[in-house]
């Protein structure tokens, strides 16, 4: 009985053994699911192909570097799981049925479903097993570009500008009343004109 239990405890802990992480597509997500210390939202999981979201890390089950894969609790309507079972031999010892998961969208394939696993992969029964290739996330929150609250650049208002401004007004008033009276005179004109004849 305790060497069962050892050899249990055994089986666990290699199952979820973070030392044998390398560095790899699946570490960038394997942390989306906890609450990241610099202040990260949540992580929305969607299809490589047609975007449609199947996910999100808030049914975060767990990563898998070895095979690529991330697992979750839940997924959206999106997901289409498939109606036939069949043999999966991820090494020459594990046997498995697994169903097939695929995109709504697109059909693309996004992984599968573990129906029966052998004893040291009971961790992965009825989890939704997706390939880190077939799928890409979005952090919420994330998004950084604004539009600027102010309008376009003016100019200050200085005694200076204000000088300016009221000289080309000076000027202009001073060109409106010469060509009105230059307006005048030639009117007076063409009157003159229209009564000699």
Same mark, same amino acid.
């Given at each position: 009985?305790?060497?069962?239990?050892?050899?249990?405890?055994?089986?666990?802990?290699?199952?979820?053994?973070?030392?044998?992480?390398?560095?790899?597509?699946?570490?960038?997500?394997?942390?989306?699911?906890?609450?990241?210390?610099?202040?990260?939202?949540?992580?929305?999981?969607?299809?490589?192909?047609?975007?449609?979201?199947?996910?999100?890390?808030?049914?975060?089950?767990?990563?898998?570097?070895?095979?690529?894969?991330?697992?979750?609790?839940?997924?959206?309507?999106?997901?289409?799981?498939?109606?036939?079972?069949?043999?999966?031999?991820?090494?020459?010892?594990?046997?498995?049925?697994?169903? %097939?998961?695929?995109?709504?969208?697109?059909? !693309?394939?996004?992984? *599968? @479903?573990?129906?029966?696993? =052998? #004893?040291?992969?009971?961790?992965?029964?009825?989890?939704?097993?997706?390939?880190?290739? %077939?799928?890409?996330?979005?952090?919420?929150? !994330?998004?950084?570009? *604004? @539009?600027?609250?102010?309008? =376009? #650049?003016?100019?200050?208002?200085?005694?200076?500008?204000?000088?300016?401004?009221?000289?080309?007004?000076?000027?202009?008033?001073?060109?409106?009343?010469?060509?009105?009276?230059?307006?005048?005179?030639?009117?007076?004109?063409?009157?003159?004109?229209?009564?000699?004849?």
């Amino acid at each position: 009985m305790a060497a069962m239990a050892k050899h249990r405890q055994k089986t666990e802990d290699t199952s979820f053994d973070d030392s044998t992480r390398d560095l790899t597509a699946v570490e960038d997500f394997s942390h989306q699911g906890d609450d990241d210390e610099d202040g990260d939202g949540p992580v929305v999981f969607i299809c490589g192909k047609c975007k449609l979201p199947v996910g999100d890390s808030l049914s975060w089950a767990g990563s898998e570097d070895g095979q690529n894969q991330i697992h979750l609790k839940r997924v959206t309507d999106n997901v289409l799981v498939g109606k036939e079972s069949h043999l999966y031999e991820p090494t020459k010892r594990s046997r498995c049925l697994i169903v %097939d998961l695929s995109c709504r969208g697109c059909h !693309s394939s996004l992984g *599968m @479903v573990y129906v029966s696993t =052998p #004893k040291n992969l009971d961790y992965k029964r009825f989890t939704f097993c997706f390939n880190v290739a %077939d799928i890409d996330s979005y952090v919420l929150g !994330s998004a950084n570009q *604004m @539009v600027a609250a102010e309008g =376009p #650049k003016e100019q200050p208002v200085t005694l200076e500008y204000r000088g300016i401004v009221e000289q080309q007004l000076t000027e202009m008033k001073t060109l409106a009343v010469s060509m009105a009276q230059r307006l005048e005179e030639i009117e007076a004109g063409l009157q003159e004109g229209c009564d000699e004849s």
